[in-house]
């Protein structure tokens, strides 16, 4: 056969992610993007590049410095940094755009257009404080991101990814829309995070494993921890993550230090999940709202331990009150303080709990593979044949 006869190769297709930082993906999407590099694409991960270029790169995705700060969504600022991520997206040749959280929606989106790039897959990983303000500021920004994210920042061939239907909802889509795919998170591997024997009790020992902010209710459930001890209940909270510096709600290292007392122990950051989990029977986070689906609670689940969280978008969408855990009304502590007494109680409850939770996550479509079928189908739904 002459080469005159032969098929022309097929290019490469090429998805290109936007984040704002390196952590955040290194954190939540790496697998992922090893799911697009192994159905055959070439990915970029444009993002702040700081300490996880190895992490990211070791996927098979190249990695590409964008310098864009996280902390506003001002559409000027979002504008500039547009500017210099679609010359990006040009150079790239990128056949879609997967936008990650809202920052990156709004630089992502607008850079696509600007680059003519109609595939994008805009990934709402929680709407944060304007998710939770329900004040006229707070109803009012989400009314602005509505109007931008389905309008001019959108195109026929883009898909928006949720983790929890109420942000859907919250930006004015049906959940069951075509257009709209809910998926489990980011996911959780449950060969990684797997049950391991349940410490004795008493006391109860509940962990929270996330960055200390004001946000996720850390000071509530040191309330609620001194509350049900005050009630005879034995019970210890153990603290698991480092302030966020660049976020204005991180708690100071001060207080943090200070609430070490009366059964809580704040240990700072940490890499060994899976084992914080093994000495610990509750996986609690008293969020105050704006979550997409919590990473610290698919891993606590994934290890079989009972879940203790708030009734917010995002921790509702896992935890269903009394089956998997309990759900409490957000700032309270007296009910978060009467879960615990409960649990301190009943290990037999505790127990038949994680077993629940862990069920939810294998069948659930709470695990990596699943989530990333789901982004994959996204793809091959985008992708011209």
Not at 260 to 278: L, P
Request: glycine share 10%; aromatic share 4%.
């Amino acid at each position: 056969m002459d080469a005159s006869s032969q098929s022309p190769a097929v290019p490469m297709r090429r998805l290109a992610f936007v984040v704002t930082e390196d952590w955040f993906f290194a954190s939540h999407f790496l697998p992922m993007a090893r799911a697009a590099v192994a159905m055959g694409l070439s990915v970029a991960v444009v993002t702040r590049v700081r300490d996880h270029r190895a992490a990211i790169e070791a996927t098979g995705a190249r990695v590409v410095a964008l310098e864009a700060e996280r902390s506003s969504l001002n559409p000027m600022a979002a504008g500039y940094a547009a500017g210099q991520l679609a010359a990006i997206l040009k150079a790239l040749k990128a056949d879609i755009v997967h936008c990650i959280a809202l920052r990156g929606i709004l630089v992502g989106g607008t850079a696509a257009a600007m680059a003519g790039i109609p595939a994008r897959v805009f990934a709402v990983t929680g709407l944060g404080l304007i998710g939770a303000r329900q004040d006229r500021a707070g109803r009012m920004t989400r009314l602005g991101l509505r109007h931008l994210i389905r309008g001019p920042l959108s195109s026929r061939n883009t898909r928006f990814l949720f983790e929890n239907p109420d942000d859907a909802r919250a930006l004015g889509l049906d959940p069951s829309d075509t257009t709209v795919t809910i998926v489990g998170g980011a996911g959780v591997d449950p060969d990684v995070f797997a049950p391991l024997p349940l410490p004795a009790q008493p006391p109860l020992r509940v962990g929270i494993v996330a960055r200390m902010l004001w946000s996720k209710g850390v000071d509530v459930a040191v309330e609620a921890v001194r509350l049900a001890r005050a009630q005879g209940a034995a019970v210890e909270l153990s603290l698991y993550g480092a302030p966020d510096p660049s976020n204005r709600r991180a708690i100071p290292e001060a207080t943090l230090r200070e609430w070490c007392r009366d059964g809580v122990a704040w240990h700072g950051a940490t890499r060994d999940v899976a084992g914080i989990w093994a000495g610990h029977h509750v996986g609690c986070l008293p969020s105050r709202g704006g979550e997409g689906l919590p990473r610290t609670l698919l891993e606590a689940a994934a290890c079989g331990r009972a879940l203790l969280t708030t009734d917010v978008p995002g921790c509702r969408a896992l935890v269903r009150d009394g089956i998997e855990g309990f759900l409490v009304p957000p700032d309270d502590a007296p009910a978060l303080a009467a879960a615990l007494v409960r649990l301190a109680a009943d290990p037999g409850l505790v127990a038949a709990l994680g077993t629940a939770a862990r069920a939810r996550i294998v069948e659930g479509g709470f695990t990596e593979a699943a989530v990333a079928e789901a982004v994959c189908g996204l793809y091959r739904e985008l992708l011209p044949a």
